[in-house]
């Protein structure tokens, strides 16, 4: 059994301004049709695979990664709106550790929709999002955390002459397969609806809904290494195993996204969310985002923001997540782009299994293992550094710095290694020089 790190994902809301919109080329093709091919090549260095606390001797390793890309557009769309974007990713870490060397792999991902009428009344889309991940474990392993994750959605869009008032009803179906914790494998479906009235320009007063039901294919999930005859010991109100608590999260906001001032935007977001677990703890609360955004001029934009959203996990039945973040972007003479990202995420799990384990193995190894408290909180600290360098409209080069910090204090004991347990802690930095092309 490892410690699991769920990492933050960035929260993006405020209008686009010249200063983010990614650049714009014409693309290949002509007529209706656009095709946007593009190739990355990335080196660099991963200062900590494993997400280990420095206790655990974290192992490092350069990289080196490849990822083509094809988009497909139409232009100037008319009856049909049609759009393809995807790219897989390659990674290998140079390492003459094989429990390093075997985190290599393939990443790919992919987004589709297809909009019919979308410049009348009454418009329909069907999408798609494919994503498949090869991440490394939070311990030295040669298990990887491959998985898949499939989401397919159908909306009906009304959006009368002018579009001063429009709405949306639609409705997905999502699966999770993994390769080594099938355990976890889960199907997804969901509706939504949603309500804008866009009373100045640039700004709207709006209403979003979410109702999803989540379902696990196994209700309980086996503990690797464990022997026949040898049972665990849960402490109270845990019995018996480790759950899949099925879901039917309720998500429903309200408020104003939008310019107030020429230079000034506001995204104010609050409502209730509801998680609906099947058993044991039950998120019941508020959730929302506030969000403001300053043009400081026509190439540099500044964002700052709160979000509190909860999320399932696989630890407990679900996690707390209060959000703050910052962004700042800049684009000198027409040529460097500079983007800078911060934020902390302070992350509360509901309450998880107190488990004392006899005896198990792993990769040979015998030890006891045991979560020591039935508490987790994560702090979390994340920024990122982007600078690219248009040398020519299409051919670019940059380099990326990202940074990762967990301040976890939960710890889970293994009974091997010189500390004989091992923590959620962790500090991670990774740097890249890039170099691309793209139509």
Avoid at 85 to 95: D, L, T
Avoid at 165 to 173: I, S
Avoid at 209 to 218: E, P, Q
Avoid at 241 to 264: C, E, M, T, W, Y
């Amino acid at each position: 059994m490892l410690v699991v790190v769920l990492l933050p994902c960035s929260n993006a809301s405020a209008q686009e301004t010249d200063a983010t919109a990614e650049r714009k080329v014409d693309g290949l093709g002509s007529g209706k049709i656009r095709f946007h091919p593009a190739l990355t090549l990335l080196g660099g260095y991963d200062t900590n695979v494993f997400y280990e606390d420095t206790n655990e001797g974290p192992d490092g390793a350069a990289v080196i990664g490849v990822r083509p890309e094809l988009g497909i557009e139409t232009y100037k769309p008319t009856n049909v709106d049609f759009r393809l974007k995807g790219g897989i990713f390659f990674q290998y870490f140079v390492s003459d550790d094989p429990l390093v060397s075997e985190q290599s792999g393939l990443d790919a991902d992919a987004t589709a929709g297809i909009t019919f009428n979308p410049n009348g009344a009454v418009a329909f889309r069907l999408s798609d999002t494919f994503i498949r991940t090869n991440e490394s474990p939070s311990g030295s392993t040669l298990l990887s955390f491959n998985r898949i994750y499939n989401n397919a959605g159908a909306t009906l869009l009304i959006q009368p002459g002018g579009k001063i008032l429009t709405g949306e009803v639609g409705g997905r179906a999502a699966i999770t397969r993994n390769q080594q914790l099938v355990e976890l494998d889960k199907n997804e479906f969901g509706v939504r609806a949603g309500v804008k009235w866009k009373f100045l320009p640039k700004t709207a007063l709006l209403f979003e809904g979410t109702w999803d039901f989540i379902f696990y294919d196994v209700a309980e999930r086996s503990i690797p290494g464990l022997e026949e005859g040898d049972e665990p010991q849960f402490l109270s109100p845990f019995q018996g195993a480790f759950r899949n608590v099925d879901s039917r999260p309720l998500r429903l906001r309200a408020g104003l996204k939008g310019l107030l001032l020429n230079r000034f935007g506001v995204t104010l977001l609050a409502g209730y969310g509801q998680g609906f677990y099947r058993d044991g703890d039950d998120f019941k609360g508020f959730i929302g985002t506030a969000e403001i955004a300053y043009e400081i001029g026509p190439t540099s934009r500044f964002q700052l923001g709160y979000d509190r959203a909860f999320r399932d996990n696989t630890f407990s039945n679900y996690a707390k997540d209060h959000h703050v973040y910052t962004r700042y972007n800049h684009q000198f003479g027409g040529r460097f782009d500079l983007k800078l990202e911060g934020g902390f995420i302070y992350r509360e799990f509901s309450k998880i299994p107190a488990v004392f384990l006899p005896d198990v193995t792993v990769d040979g190894v015998r030890g006891a293992q045991a979560f020591s408290t039935t508490e987790r909180v994560d702090p979390l600290v994340t920024g990122n550094v982007d600078g690219t360098f248009f040398i020519t409209e299409i051919f670019t080069v940059g380099l990326n710095y990202n940074l990762a910090v967990n301040t976890s204090d939960f710890v889970q004991i293994t009974g091997q290694g010189a500390t004989g347990s091992a923590t959620a802690q962790f500090i991670k930095h990774r740097v890249f020089l890039t170099t691309g092309v793209r139509w």
